[in-house]
T-cell receptor, first 113, second 114 residues
Framework: KAGVTQTPRYLIKTRGQQVTLSCSPI?????VSWYQQTPGQGLQFLFE???????NKGNFPGRFSGRQFSNSRSEMNVSTLELGDSALYLC????????????FGNGTRLTVT | QQQVKQSPQSLIVQKGGISIINCAYE??????FPWYQQFPGKGPALLIA?????SEKKEGRFTISFNKSAKQFSLHIMDSQPGDSATYFC?????????????FGTGTQLKVEL
């Protein structure tokens, strides 16, 4: 089985721009979660999508949004980028059952200049 | 705010030794406690997980010990190997509405020396 695929692997954007990150989950998985990883704040939950609906949400501003498509693929969008948004963005997929194991991708490294 | 406190921040262990990483939580609603291992350039990978109805769970060289009254849990890596050198994260979740929402500890960088 192929693992979780995130594209692109690296992104460099300028402050004020917007960015879209993509995640393809493991085949058969219906839940996709997004996490932000930074040296200062560690791993922080952004949101989870299940069957095209946002099921859980973390404490991030509205500039961070996401969506899930009918094939379970997910995208995350960050608008009006700030320097502090520089981070590794990780996508994880699971079956969607409560506390089912998360399978993480290798992330997209976003640098905001 | 829900928090999971993890210690130590870094750990150096000799090959064959025991690595011990500790975590403490505050939210008594947490009912699922996984540990993740992360290598440089890779996403975290699930190692082992425990629920509060058991005090210990062992999988190979990895053991979780859980103390519900103290709200603490720990990861023990027996016979530590250089290949175990990685960053380890504890996490906790307590959702009643379904799904996944992990609160992670700050991570422990483990180095196993020959």
């Amino acid at each position: 089985k192929a693992g979780v695929t995130q594209t692109p692997r690296y992104l460099i954007k300028t402050r004020g721009q917007q960015v879209t990150l993509s995640c393809s989950p493991i085949s058969g998985h219906r839940s996709v979660s997004w996490y932000q990883q930074t040296p200062g704040q560690g791993l922080q939950f952004l949101f989870e999508y299940f069957s095209e609906t946002q099921r859980n949400k973390g404490n991030f501003p509205g500039r961070f949004s996401g969506r899930q498509f009918s094939n379970s693929r997910s995208e995350m969008n960050v608008s009006t980028l700030e320097l502090g948004d520089s981070a590794l963005y990780l996508c994880a997929s699971s079956s969607g059952l409560t506390n089912s194991p998360l399978h993480f991708g290798n992330g997209t490294r976003l640098t905001v200049t | 705010q829900q928090q999971v406190k993890q210690s130590p921040q870094s750990l150096i262990v000799q090959k064959g030794g025991i690595s011990i990483i500790n975590c403490a939580y505050e939210n008594t609603a947490f009912d699922y406690f996984p540990w993740y291992q992360q290598f440089p350039g890779k996403g975290p990978a699930l190692l082992i997980a425990i629920r509060p109805d058991v005090s210990e769970k062992k999988e190979g060289r990895f053991t979780i010990s859980f103390n519900k009254s103290a709200k603490q849990f720990s990861l023990h890596i027996m016979d530590s190997q250089p290949g175990d050198s990685a960053t380890y994260f504890c996490a906790a979740s307590g959702l009643t509405g379904g799904g996944n929402k992990l609160t992670f500890g700050t991570g422990t960088q483990l180095k196993v020396e020959l």
